[in-house]
């Protein structure tokens, strides 16, 4: 695919008398911004003086205006084509998302592993009619991305999908050529342009994978410039296990580590945020280029098939379906997730008053969003595990879930550490999806930082900017300076505030007045203008560059 022709120079844009919160941590100061051609041009005192220019001046007496905020976390993968103007982000100020999460997305693919694919994650990106599929590689995908986006995006290279291309989903390790083969795609995908490479290590087929798969993974990263995304093995009984054997992973093979939604979640890990962080300070004095992500909110989010057990899931999509209608292994299931503690819902045993569901594929369905399997049980008179399977087995594995399993204090403790960035987590389809796709920047600003006091105003705005942009190794984003992209917002600081809630989960964050991505408004007083001016922004030796 061609790569678009470079736009028209743009008009100036002078913004006057704004509270500047630079991305960097620094004290807050106001200032005159202008903004030519999509770059940040000159930085001045209040009222720059003089004539405009023809620059479109606005008003920012009272606003702060900040970088625009860059989400660690996201899965709008294909959300992000389909409705390129993503308002569910633009809203909230993001002018940057990293796509390829928990080891599972559209690139690389071939004809056998897609259409799989395809069905895995339809609970988080849907599935529409008609949709062009003709990408494979990462560097085709990307491509796509540069047809016309609202933001700008970077890819994570995923482990999972790069073992169905080498192995399908067996769960064994793997042979020397099939290692070789795994290492040659990772090695790829980052020569195309991905920033680093995701695992999820609770979903198939990534959780068949040991340490050594990793770490040979992982030392292909490294020699790349690229990080280490994983979604761990456990956030339930084995959270800290977990998080260790990815700091050892990111020891043996010299790769950073960004330990994505890192959550001490479940009623094991009440109070436990302290000895995560312990492991994450240790881990960085030894000399481990180690950051995190999380959402400010306590319920998570995922598929209802992801609480299988991984054998339960062997052999991919229409394997876990035969197994779901066969009464021998129905029973098998039902003790591990009942009694023992399914490796998928992360060794806990499972409590169906905290499952809800939040979104079905086959709207026969419709009646069960918004109950959770505890409830529905309830109400056919059957056990919590039956239900569950038999959702499953009629929604062909499409159900998306919130988990009530969460905690507070540990919100609190992970959010104040100094290698916390933001993340959203958030999935974009279904009827009722977790609010976070929609409120987790303005949740920061407005309930964490000025009714919390959890963070200083330019606390939280380094964590979604300028700490973030390190970690991704963006050329000029992420800080408010002269020569730098002019990916901005602009908002209310005592009103940004996210309206999203969990019964209204669509709903567009307050106080957010005006977004600029690459100099261009995607946002303006308020509303969405449609305009798509995000990129691709493509890994080089140097950095991240958008071609």
Known sequence: MARPEAPAPRPDLLLRGATVVDGSGAERYRADVRVTDGVIAEIGRPDLGGDPGGARTIDADGLVLAPGFIDMHAHSDLRLLVEPEHPSRVTQGVTCEVLGQDGLSYAPVDDRTLPALRRQIAGWNGDPDGFDWSWRGVGEYLDRLDGGIAVNACYLVPHGSVRMLAMG????????????????????????GAVGMSSGLTYTPGMYADTAELVALCEVVASYGGYHAPHQRSYGAGALEGYAEMVEIARRSG??????????????????????????????????????????????????????????????????LGRLADPAARERIRVEVEEKGSDGCHGVVADWATVQISGVGNQALAATV??????????????????????LLEDALATTILQHVGHEENVRAIMRHSAHTAGSDGLLVGARPHPRAWGTFARYLGRYSRELGVLTLEETVARMTGRPARRLRLDRRGLIRPGHHADLVLFDPAAVRDTATFDEPRLPAAGIEHVYVN?????????????????????????????
Do not use: K
């Open 370 to 391: 918004g109950r959770t399997v505890a409830e529905l049980a309830a109400e056919r008179g059957s056990g919590g595990t039956e239900v569950f399977l038999d959702l």
């Open 169 to 192: 989903w067996d769960n064994r390790p793997p042979t020397p050529a099939e290692l070789d083969r795994m290492r040659h795609l990772v090695a790829q995908g980052l020569r195309e």
């Open 255 to 320: 790769c950073p580590l960004h330990l994505t939604h890192a959550t001490m979640n479940f009623g094991v890990n009440e109070g436990r945020a302290g000895e995560l962080l312990d492991l994450v300070d240790r881990a960085i004095a030894d000399g481990c280029d180690l950051t995190l992500d999380s959402y400010p909110y306590l319920p998570g989010s995922t598929t209802l098939a992801a609480l299988l057990p991984s054998w339960a899931t062997e052999g991919g999509p229409d394997a876990t």
């Open 519 to 547: 100099g261009v408004a995607v946002v303006e007083r308020g509303r969405t203008t449609g305009a798509r001016p995000g990129r691709a922004l493509r890994r080089t030796e140097q950095g991240v560059r958008a071609l």
